[in-house]
């Protein structure tokens, strides 16, 4: 089963994954749409010039933490 490193996050892991592989840094970025009271945040994370995961959530943050669950799992699967 899958398990997290060092970092216990989603971002850590992947950022020791990559790091691990030589890939580089992964880089977030985060759209948002609806009202200011009821936002939604959509994060892609791109490792070099591939996406690798994509995340909803109703932080920032939340999104992210999904987009890199998706990116580090897409990665293992390889």
Same mark, same amino acid.
């Given at each position: 089963?899958?398990?997290?490193g060092a970092g216990? +996050?989603?971002?850590?892991? !992947?950022?020791?994954?990559? &790091?691990? *592989?030589?890939?580089?840094?992964? @880089?977030?970025?985060?759209?948002?749409?609806?009202? +200011?009271?009821?936002?939604?945040?959509? &994060? !892609? @994370?791109? @490792?070099? +010039?591939?996406?690798?995961? *994509?995340? @909803?959530? *109703?932080? #920032? #943050?939340? &999104?992210?933490? #999904?987009?890199?669950? &998706?990116?580090?799992?897409? !990665?293992? +699967?390889d």
């Amino acid at each position: 089963a899958p398990t997290l490193g060092a970092g216990l +996050d989603w971002k850590s892991s !992947l950022q020791e994954l990559t &790091a691990s *592989r030589g890939l580089g840094v992964p @880089v977030y970025a985060v759209t948002s749409t609806g009202p +200011d009271h009821d936002k939604e945040f959509t &994060a !892609l @994370v791109m @490792v070099g +010039d591939t996406e690798y995961g *994509r995340g @909803v959530g *109703r932080t #920032k #943050k939340e &999104a992210e933490l #999904k987009a890199a669950a &998706a990116a580090w799992h897409a !990665l293992n +699967d390889d």
